[in-house]
């Protein structure tokens, strides 16, 4: 599945081609790491504008005239890509040799398994007790 892949691509961004994966990223949280992890992974700029599928998952941020890297796991579903990828130029100093965190067309998915999981633990126990209470009534 897509996290099985996101996985496998960070694994190989890190291990096989010994780069970091969390670069001039601030103010990131360990959560918004692990879940960049799974939901998404690092490539270079160019990537990101030649594979239609890919939306960038980091943003910049400007606090006291100063520019800064974070990830944004959350998208507006109607966002443009292409304009998310000129704020991305435009911001980065070398765009051509940058690298750039990113999540294929599915964004979303980490976020849909964790629903369906929810859904199926809570919704169970919930269903459970509905039926033991109805049991016991009729």
Do not use: C
């Not at 594979?51 to 959350?74: A, G």
Request: proline share 2%.
């Amino acid at each position: 599945s897509m996290i099985v892949y996101s996985i496998l691509m960070n694994f190989n961004w890190k291990i096989v081609k010994g780069k970091e994966l969390f670069v001039n990223l601030t103010k990131t949280s360990l959560i918004m790491k692990i879940t960049a992890l799974i939901s998404g992974y690092k490539t270079t700029f160019e990537n990101l504008e030649k594979k239609v599928y890919l939306y960038p998952i980091e943003e910049f941020t400007n606090d006291n005239d100063e520019s800064h890297r974070r990830l944004r796991l959350f998208t507006n579903a109607e966002a443009d890509r292409k304009k998310l990828i000129e704020i991305l130029r435009t911001n980065l100093k070398e765009a051509d040799k940058a690298e750039v965190w990113v999540s294929p067309a599915t964004p979303l998915i980490f976020f849909i398994l964790l629903a369906l999981i929810f859904n199926v633990i809570v919704g169970d126990i919930f269903l459970f007790i509905v039926f033991q209470i109805f049991s016991v009534i009729f």
